[in-house]
């Protein structure tokens, strides 16, 4: 039997291998690929996608995948797991006909393109017509999986495994609730934070500092690096992770908090165990545990006193001139900027999470056939109004402004705010379990945090669930009572005194 679960590991590996190779090509096409090139890449791309969709769905790991789920007790709990992880992947990957796959492929390209211009023109009459269609494939493609009676929920839990729109809309209504007068208090403030101080901040020393930063919290440069593109994004696994960041002169804060987010998804990805890689084993648990990563180092601990308290010194250094009439209260506060905006991806931590509770609540209704999609601009503007008091005065600003729907990843916004949560309920976990961790942070130690995460969260792989591994390491069920005490008790003193 430990033949079979060589082979199949052998065959996991391929997979891998591949996928990483179509990762370098994606991240290059990101970052370095001439204006000219693009054509060669894509036939490049679409070579490599083909050789992976025939190594995953290769008829022989299903084979090897009925032997062992015949004979568990010749498994260890480790190789269990894997077993089990690798069926739901392998389902995913063979349930769908090819022409459901190519077809999906097509609109996707061509609602991208439709999407863009969609945008540019702010005429979303345009693009309905691939969000229809977009639509009936997603609830096609939950009916070849076994979830025709639940296709929002597949569609979740595609990327949060475990997890359901039942679950989320109880954990939504909840932080609702709590947020909305926390964000009304401080709309009402008469302080304000100003980031229209930062200005002249050269490139190079941007550079200089994020990577000492970045290197600080942890993060391996012999096994990564950073790069400069259009939109930051982390790519890669185990050995080799490449992050990107982009540079405004103007908004040094821009570039260095989403290093900062980045690195938490390229600590994640460093910290999985390298020896597992190719299997469920050495892979993330899932959007959700994957963003708590990110928005942990990005808000709890960067945007913290003793964080600042270690590296405001260091940033001065670096740029002595522009930050000479800045006084460390102001740069404190514009670090914890909050300002209502329509753009989710300019949002601050604060109302962040009220963009994703608007676009849950639409998606839910699009897939119950209770919003037509010709009615969603309208929809969404009056939800807009209602959970951030603003209305966007053209559907760029409101309904176009995202790209996720048009490569028809429903299900996928909640994670964002699932990070969220998750990241409150692990940060106060952590400090109850590691006393005086905040102190090393304003001595520049990121260790113990680190190695925290380590053990509890990264080299835990795809073992268990979502919800499942916040309960395990948290001894807690998921709940929002904990971000919203993170955001009261950081926000409360700046804004609300
Ligand atoms: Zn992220």
């Given at each position: 039997m430990s033949d079979s679960y060589e082979l199949l590991v052998a065959k996991l590996k391929r997979v891998h291998v591949l996928g990483t190779v179509a990762g370098l090509l994606g991240w290059d096409e990101q970052v370095n690929l001439p204006p000219d090139s693009a054509d060669q890449r894509g036939e490049q791309m679409a070579l490599l996608a083909e050789l992976n969709h025939d190594a995953a769905s290769d008829a022989g790991i299903g084979k090897l995948l009925g032997e062992l789920e015949n004979a568990p007790a010749s498994l260890t709990v480790e190789q269990q797991v894997v077993v089990r992880e690798t069926r739901r992947d392998y389902d995913r990957m063979t349930k769908l006909p090819a022409e459901f796959v190519a077809e999906k492929a097509r609109l996707s390209s061509a609602a991208y393109h439709a999407w863009a211009e969609a945008k540019a023109t702010s005429d979303f009459a345009a693009y309905a017509p691939f969000l229809c269609k977009h639509l009936a494939l997603a609830k096609r493609e939950a009916t070849y999986l076994g979830w025709a009676d639940r296709p929002y929920d597949y569609a979740i839990d595609k990327h949060d495994p475990g997890m359901t729109a039942a679950r989320l809309t109880a954990l939504f209504t909840e932080l609702k609730a709590g947020l909305v007068p926390l964000v009304r208090a401080i709309a009402a403030s008469p302080i304000k934070a100003r980031t229209d101080i930062f200005r002249g901040f050269p490139v190079e020393a941007q550079r200089d500092f994020l990577r000492e930063v970045t290197e600080r919290l942890g993060f391996n440069y012999r096994r990564g690096r950073i790069d400069v593109s259009l939109h930051p994004f982390c790519e890669g696994s185990g050995a080799d992770i490449r992050m990107t960041t982009r540079f405004d002169a103007d908004n040094p804060l821009d570039s260095l908090f989403s290093s900062i987010h980045e690195t938490g998804h390229g600590l994640y990805e460093q910290g999985l165990p390298l020896a597992l890689q190719g299997t469920p084993l050495g892979q993330n648990a899932g959007m959700g545990i994957h963003e708590s990563q990110s928005r942990l180092w990005e808000n709890q601990v960067s945007r913290s006193r003793e964080f600042w308290a270690f590296f405001e010194p260091r940033f001065r250094e670096k740029f002595p001139a522009q930050l000479a009439a800045v006084s460390p209260e102001e740069l404190y506060l514009a670090v914890n900027e909050v300002a209502p905006t329509l753009i989710r991806v300019d949002?601050?931590?604060?109302?962040?999470?009220?963009?994703?509770?608007?676009?849950?609540?639409?998606?839910?209704?699009?897939?119950?056939?209770?919003?037509?999609?010709?009615?969603?601009?309208?929809?969404?503007?009056?939800?807009?109004?209602?959970?951030?008091?603003?209305?966007?005065?053209?559907?760029?600003?409101?309904?176009?402004?995202?790209?996720?729907?048009?490569?028809?990843?429903?299900?996928?916004?909640?994670?964002?705010?699932?990070?969220?949560?998750?990241?409150?309920?692990?940060?106060?976990?952590?400090?109850?379990?590691?006393?005086?961790?905040?102190?090393?942070?304003?001595?520049?130690?990121?260790?113990?945090?680190?190695?925290?995460?380590?053990?509890?969260?990264?080299?835990?792989?795809?073992?268990?669930?979502?919800?499942?591994?916040?309960?395990?390491?948290?001894?807690?069920?998921?709940?929002?009572?904990?971000?919203?005490?993170?955001?009261?008790?950081?926000?409360?003193?700046l804004y609300l005194k």
């Open positions: 949002s601050d931590e604060v109302h962040y999470n009220l963009h994703i509770l608007l676009r849950f609540e639409l998606e839910q209704r699009l897939f119950a056939d209770d919003l037509a999609v010709a009615d969603l601009p309208v929809a969404w503007n009056a939800l807009s109004q209602e959970l951030l008091g603003l209305t966007p005065t053209s559907d760029r600003q409101g309904v176009l402004q995202d790209v996720h729907w048009s490569g028809g990843a429903f299900g996928y916004f909640p994670s964002y705010c699932l990070g969220n949560m998750i990241a409150a309920q692990l940060w106060f976990t952590v400090l109850k379990t590691l006393p005086g961790l905040e102190d090393d942070f304003a001595k520049g130690d990121f260790s113990r945090l680190l190695g925290w995460l380590r053990t509890n969260i990264h080299e835990q792989g795809r073992r268990y669930d979502t919800l499942a591994l916040v309960l395990n390491v948290t001894g807690e069920e998921l709940t929002p009572k904990y971000l919203l005490r993170y955001l009261q008790e950081r926000y409360a003193p």
